[in-house]
């Protein structure tokens, strides 16, 4: 493998890695920084069940990402 397909390669992952970053931060720092700051009343706008789900699936999300991240770094050997 050369040089280039190797830097290719860590770019991909890295690239995975921040967007894993970026579904934890939108999808689960916001919401909680807003329901413990009681931003926007968000109490009454959503349900903690749906609040819960919402974040499960961020969560998800964030850690498919990285996983991914990291497999894609596995083929630099």
Do not use: Q
Request: with cysteine; hydrophobic share 45%; charged share 15%.
């Amino acid at each position: 493998m050369s040089i280039v397909n190797n830097e290719r390669t860590k770019l991909l992952a890295n690239a995975l890695d921040r967007a894993s970053t970026a579904c934890f931060t939108v999808g689960i720092a916001t919401p909680v920084a807003g329901y413990l700051y009681n931003v926007d009343n968000i109490d009454n706008t959503i349900s903690h069940g749906r609040l819960l789900l919402g974040l499960i699936g961020w969560l998800m999300a964030s850690a498919a990402l990285h996983y991914l991240g990291t497999r894609v770094l596995k083929g630099l050997r």
